[in-house]
Structures are given as structure tokens and as C-alpha cells.
């Protein structure tokens, strides 16, 4: 019987001695008040755990934190309070350094533009290790690109001079639309005079900054007139009626109500065909 007792006690040392070393393990990781043995972040105590991709970015979690995980944002937007940080793939909002309305799949979003982009990089750099080159959207050769180029120059050359032809040798242009029908200028010209018409929508930039500049170009010219159409918006009766596709469309006429080529979009242009009205 003593024997059991004495057997007793000892197994409850053993038990006792068992639950103190985690105590006296723990105490040893925090340190000393001096702060001998820094503290480890929280991402820092998660990631002895879990691996990089198990860690879960929640609201509340500190941004400092979210940094350290995935790294900088690409960008910072400002609205008072409210940062709007930019990542590949997704955006995360931050109130007072904390995440706030976190998209549940913000962290795969973000995993998987990662993953695109270094797949691009990778086609990328294999492409160029085989002398390709990336121009209009495609990988090429070289002389590909120098003969893409040269044939589109000479596209542009020859339209340019079918063009500046037209009314050198007096020849009536005719302006069709798209199914080949002759639009009609007549309600807008004046008789007897040249006419500067641009068709502008009031939402364009470009055509705000043009108008002044085609009104100024006439200004003091008795023979010809400026004009301008607001189009309203695309698909109104007024850019069907003259087809117009793009703004801003400038239309030149010489004094006979003649158009003196096709609608350009540039003061210089427009400036060249007047050059030419005031000759005739």
C-alpha cells in the first residue's frame, strides 16, 4: 500500500513538472521589459503557422499588416478619410490604417493578375529573345514592322495628294456617305461666299479649343463665312442627315458652294483649303 502512495506522488511531479515547461517556454519568447527580444507582429505569429497564401486578409486588419503580406500598393487614392489602395487586380479601402469593406475575394484577384502579368512578362521576354519586336498589338520581325510602316506612309502620302489634286484641277468632289448616297450641303451654304462648317459636339474638348481658332482664321475675311452644327449626340438626325462619325469634322467650300475635299480635323488643314478659296 505504501508502495502505491510513494508511485502516486511521483507520477504527479512528473505531471506538475510537465505543465511548467510550456509556462517557462512562453515567458522566455516575450522578453524582458528592456525589449531584448522584440515582438513579433501579428502577421508574423500567423505566418509560424499557416503558410503565405493561408494568410487571410479581414477588416479591421491594420494596413501596415496587409503590407507586409503582399507587398506596396501600385497607387493611393485619396477622399478625405477613405484610401482607396490599388493593387494588380483589385482595390482595398482603408479607414484611420484599418481595411474596411473587404471584398471577400480581394486576395485571389490579386493572386491571379499577379499571375497573368508574370505569364506575360515571361511570353514577353521569350519573344524578344527571339528578335521580335511588339508594335500595333503584334510581335514581329524587325524589317516586319519597317515594311508595315513604310506601306502605311505611303498610303497616307498618296491620299494626301489625291486630295490636295482635287481642286488644283478644278474637279467637282462629291462627299457620300457609307451606302454611297451625295450628301447635301445646300441648307447651310450662302451664296456667293466660302464657308468654314464644323460639326462639333459641346461635350468635346477638341472642338472647344478648334472653334475659336476656325472663327478667328475668318474673322476679318468678307468672303467667307464660319459656321458650326452641334451634332447633339451620336446617332441624332443631324450627324446622320450630313454623316458625320467622328468630331470634330471640318468641311471647306469655295464660293460656288463647291466642297474642296474631304472633311479634315485640324486647324491646319482647314487653314490649307481656305488658302486655297481666297486664290480662286
Given at each position: 500500500m505504501k508502495?502505491?502512495?510513494n508511485l502516486i506522488w511521483l507520477w504527479l511531479?512528473?505531471?506538475?513538472?510537465?505543465?511548467d515547461a510550456p509556462t517557462q517556454e512562453a515567458s522566455s519568447d516575450i522578453g524582458s521589459e528592456e525589449g531584448e527580444i522584440p515582438r513579433p507582429s501579428a502577421v508574423q505569429k500567423i505566418k509560424k503557422v499557416f503558410s503565405a497564401d493561408m494568410v487571410l486578409i479581414t477588416n479591421g486588419m491594420r494596413m501596415s499588416d496587409v503590407v507586409?503580406?503582399?507587398?506596396?500598393p501600385k497607387g493611393v487614392v485619396t477622399d478625405g478619410s477613405v484610401k482607396l489602395m490599388v493593387y494588380d487586380g483589385a482595390n482595398l479601402e482603408v479607414v484611420d490604417g484599418c481595411v474596411v469593406n473587404l471584398n471577400p475575394d480581394f486576395q485571389a484577384n490579386v493572386r491571379m493578375a499577379r499571375e497573368r502579368m508574370e505569364q506575360t512578362d515571361k511570353f514577353a521576354?521569350?519573344?524578344?529573345?527571339?528578335?521580335?519586336?511588339?508594335?500595333?498589338?503584334?510581335?514581329?520581325?524587325?524589317?516586319?514592322?519597317?515594311?508595315?510602316?513604310?506601306?502605311?506612309?505611303?498610303?497616307?502620302?498618296?491620299k494626301k495628294q489625291e486630295q490636295e489634286a482635287l481642286p488644283q484641277n478644278n474637279q467637282e468632289f462629291v462627299f457620300q456617305d457609307n451606302a454611297g448616297r451625295v450628301i447635301d450641303h445646300s441648307p447651310?451654304?450662302?451664296?456667293?461666299?466660302?464657308?468654314?462648317?464644323i460639326f462639333y459636339g459641346?461635350?468635346?474638348?477638341?472642338?472647344?479649343?478648334?472653334?475659336?481658332?476656325?472663327?478667328?482664321?475668318v474673322h476679318n475675311d468678307k468672303d467667307i463665312v464660319f459656321k458650326k452644327v452641334d451634332i447633339r449626340q451620336w446617332g441624332s438626325s443631324i450627324a446622320k442627315k450630313y454623316y458625320v462619325t467622328s468630331v470634330p469634322n471640318?468641311?471647306?467650300?469655295?464660293?460656288?458652294?463647291?466642297?474642296?475635299g474631304l472633311p479634315v480635323r485640324s486647324l491646319s488643314e482647314a487653314q490649307r483649303y481656305v488658302e486655297m478659296v481666297r486664290k480662286q
Open positions: 508502495f502505491v502512495k511531479v512528473v505531471l506538475l513538472a510537465g505543465c507586409e503580406m503582399i507587398g506596396e521576354n521569350k519573344q524578344r529573345a527571339k528578335g521580335l519586336v511588339l508594335f500595333n498589338g503584334k510581335w514581329m520581325k524587325p524589317e516586319e514592322k519597317k515594311s508595315f510602316v513604310s506601306r502605311q506612309l505611303a498610303r497616307m502620302r498618296k447651310l451654304l450662302q451664296k456667293g461666299k466660302g464657308m468654314i462648317l459641346n461635350w468635346s474638348v477638341a472642338c472647344e479649343n478648334l472653334i475659336p481658332q476656325l472663327s478667328k482664321l471640318i468641311r471647306v467650300f469655295d464660293k460656288n458652294g463647291q466642297l474642296m
